[in-house]
């Protein structure tokens, strides 16, 4: 079992990393991985398809950066700024490509939806796409895995739905976006997983003390409707 590590944004936007000792060992202290400029919102981290850790943080200027280990388990390099001339809007979250290229999303600045991936494995980012999405977003994408191995981003709207789109094929182009129909209800961005199965889950906070969740109904096919529950207590 590998040595977990964990990143964290500090209320004064440094961003800080700790490390276990070892495989189910304790964690050591803190340290300053020295970003420049003031991080907001949550650092969204990948892994390389060699192993290697990288973390990516939105900054108080509405630009985004990264950091990497220079090889699987090693120390932390300095820090690249990806552009997106301060129009990145939310926190990052991160998905790998079936190649093994990460691929970052982003809420943008007026609610779009963008993109950049690596060019290849292990390699560093192109420039933003504009996934071009119908109606505004906000809060945090959500990215889950196709048993196919294609990429699908699922994103609340400002008039609570929550909408979603997808690669056509592994490693391939993005399709339009597809209305999951939450009847307004959706209270909260998504969270995304993967049931055994391969079918992905998608979840949202609901109306009240409710928690409002839709699955593929199949591996690699479409959503079917929304199940509530409510929290207890």
């Known amino acids: 079992r590998a040595a977990l590590e964990r990143i964290a944004r500090e209320t004064g936007g440094r961003v800080l990393s700790s490390w276990q000792a070892g495989p189910n060992q304790g964690f050591g202290g803190w340290l300053d ?10 650092p969204g981290v990948g892994v390389n398809a060699s192993g290697a850790l990288q973390v990516f943080v939105q900054t108080s200027s509405d630009r985004l950066l990264t950091s990497w280990q220079s090889a699987p388990n090693s120390a932390w390099g300095g820090w690249a700024d990806l552009g997106a001339d301060g129009q990145i809007g939310s926190s990052p979250v991160l998905g790998s490509n079936a190649s093994g290229a990460m691929q970052v999303f982003v809420v943008g600045t007026g609610g779009r939806v963008l993109s950049s991936w690596q060019e290849g494995p292990n390699q560093g980012f192109g420039g933003w796409l504009d996934m071009g999405i119908p109606v505004p977003a906000v809060g945090t994408p959500g990215v889950g895995v196709n048993a196919s191995g294609a990429l699908q981003v699922f994103v609340q709207t400002s008039s609570d739905q929550v909408v979603t789109a997808w690669q056509s094929a592994p490693n391939s182009a993005w399709g339009g976006w597809a209305d999951l129909d939450a009847g307004g209800r959706a209270a909260s961005a998504p969270a995304v997983s993967s049931n055994q199965s391969g079918t992905i889950e998608v979840s949202v906070r609901g109306p009240g ?9 199949g591996p690699n096919d479409g959503f079917g409707s929304w199940v509530s529950q409510t929290l207890p207590g």
């Open 33 to 42: 991985m020295r970003a420049p400029g003031v991080a907001v919102g949550t």
């Open 209 to 217: 003390a409710t928690v409002l969740s839709d699955a593929q109904v």
